[in-house]
């Protein structure tokens, strides 16, 4: 099944050309021209959004679970087309993008399972004490409600899981808000034929079409007008630090401030403990090489820092940079991702005290390894070592001691995720960490690598800042609807009046 782009946006229902357009560059294949997005289109879809949210706000789960699961079944009809035009832009695998398109329905199915049990209204009810002295207590009861229309940004390292019908889309349709997307100019292709897809859910359906929109990648000001609009009352942002920031900014300095939940991005450290290193340091080296330049580097989840004794580093260099060598350039998603990879890999290297375990050859599109090694003073003594680097490098951090590896957690900013290599006798050094990294990261981990992010209940995919902007929030799993939801109470409210799923 072949798909050839038409580069419309998707408002209300409706297929969009506007006046400009800009050209996809793919990594192979050919490229189509996209029109750009604009401010009056984003006018449009947020009314429509506003308008669709009184009927769409107010439909029942099972309705909600049905368009879901609809929308499922929409992209896995679609998915030899989706695989085509999604390798072709982003330079990913056939294996990977087919893998993620299934994360993508996986996760549509889930919200669909989670809101049909409920669990996820928090529902509460205090009985009226008509008799209580000295003041009566009133009949109480508590809810959550979706919040209104939700703005979503494509992040560009998963064109399917985290973009147009991604988590933060899969959440916010669950939990009763419209939804306008920004598509990312990565991969418009694979954002407009994921559109069709839920269309024709809609479609299908009879659902109000302003419940989705999708804009394609246009200028600074289409993202700005989104996140200022008077009628979005949240974001859902995957992406950059610098990018992020300024969303979350503009979202506060709004007459009417409104959340904005943007996950940014971290280095993800490995504390590798003394006896698991001299145990297991050869096959966690090796490990960690694979973690480190999987797709590409290209992951948030990136363990991009690894910390462990300067008297077992030597061995555990050698190890990880003889794995590295046997990996080949990979293609990166876009031109500017490969050029920021240059831009921080000649910023670790001008670090003070920095040395160079593997050098390579980086160009054009095409990502390959590097690994640096400090000690932790000088990693301490300079906050540009511990920015992220998106893309497969990593350093070592040395440390003299344990008390040292405590002193270099705690230097951490917030992160997504921090691991522990340890073994039993590894476990008084570890409880000492813990305090630590929990407080550091939204996930810790124990003898493994943070590359794969389960969508399940108890998974959490954000952190401290600048891990994400909003540390009680998570990206992945059924608690991430919570961000698009906000808790209403009933104060004697006749039966007639409460919301169904209070009766």
């Known amino acids: 099944m072949s798909f050839k782009p038409h580069g419309k946006h998707l408002v209300a229902g409706e297929w969009v050309a506007t006046d400009a357009t800009f050209r996809s560059e793919p990594a192979h294949g050919e490229a189509y ?29 099972e309705q909600r679970a049905a368009f879901l699961e609809a929308i499922a079944d929409e992209i896995e009809a679609r998915g030899e087309a989706i695989t085509e035009i999604g390798t072709s832009e982003t330079g990913l695998p056939a294996g990977r993008l087919e893998g993620e398109r299934g994360r993508t329905t996986g996760q549509l199915r889930l919200f669909a399972s989670h809101i049909r049990k409920g669990d996820y ?13 000295p003041l009566a207590r009133p009949d109480i009861r508590l809810i959550e409600r979706p919040v209104g229309p939700v703005a979503v940004f494509g992040a560009s390292n998963f064109p399917l899981a985290f973009s147009t019908a991604g988590g933060d889309t899969a959440a916010a349709l669950a939990a009763g808000c419209p939804v306008v997307v920004k598509g990312h100019s990565a991969h418009p292709g694979t954002g407009e034929i994921v559109a069709r897809a839920i269309h024709a859910a809609i479609v299908t359906l009879g659902l109000h079409p302003g419940v989705f929109s999708l804009i394609q990648g246009g200028r600074r000001d289409v993202g700005t007008g989104l996140v200022t609009h008077p009628l979005i009352k949240a974001v859902g942002f995957t992406g950059s630090l610098a990018g992020g920031r300024a969303l979350f900014d503009l979202c506060a300095k709004r007459p009417e401030p409104i959340p ?50 300067e008297a077992q580093a030597d061995a555990f260099a050698e ?34 005290g920095v040395r160079e375990v593997m050098t ?43 008390g040292e590896m405590i002193e270099v957690a705690k230097s951490f900013e917030g992160q997504l995720t921090a691991t522990l290599h340890l073994d039993e006798a590894d476990t008084e050094l570890g409880r000492r960490l813990m305090p630590v990294l929990e407080r550091k990261a939204g996930r810790v981990l124990a003898n493994g690598y943070p590359t794969g992010v389960e969508v399940c209940d108890a ?11 909003n540390f009680g929030a998570t990206s992945v799993g059924t608690l991430s609807i919570r961000r698009f939801l906000r808790p209403v109470s009933y104060q004697n409210m006749p039966q007639d009046l409460l919301p169904e799923d209070l009766r």
């Open 33 to 61: 021209d996209f029109f750009t997005g604009t401010v009056e289109l984003v006018n449009r879809a947020a009314e429509a959004a506003e308008e669709a949210f009184w009927s769409y706000g107010y439909s029942t789960r």
């Open 121 to 133: 209204l928090d529902r509460r009810h205090d009985e009226a004490l008509p008799n209580r002295k």
């Open 260 to 309: 904005f939940f943007g996950e940014l991005g971290s280095v993800n450290p490995m504390f590798i403990l003394p006896e698991a290193a001299g145990a297991r340091g050869e096959a966690i080296a090796k490990g960690w090489a694979g973690s480190l330049t999987m797709g590409a580097g290209q992951f948030c989840t990136n363990p991009g820092i690894a910390v462990i004794l």
């Open 319 to 352: 190890t990880a940079r003889a794995a590295l060598s046997e990996t080949g350039p990979q293609v990166m998603l876009t031109d500017g991702i490969a050029s920021a990879y240059r831009d921080g890999r000649d910023r670790i290297a001008a670090g003070s």
């Open 360 to 402: 390579s050859t980086c160009d054009l599109r095409n990502a390959t390894p590097y690994l640096f090694r400090v000690s932790a003073k000088d990693w301490i003594s300079n906050h540009a070592l511990s920015e992220e680097v998106f893309g497969p490098l990593g350093l070592i951090v040395t440390v003299e001691d344990a």
């Open 459 to 469: 998974m959490v995919h954000g952190g401290p800042y600048p891990a994400s902007t």
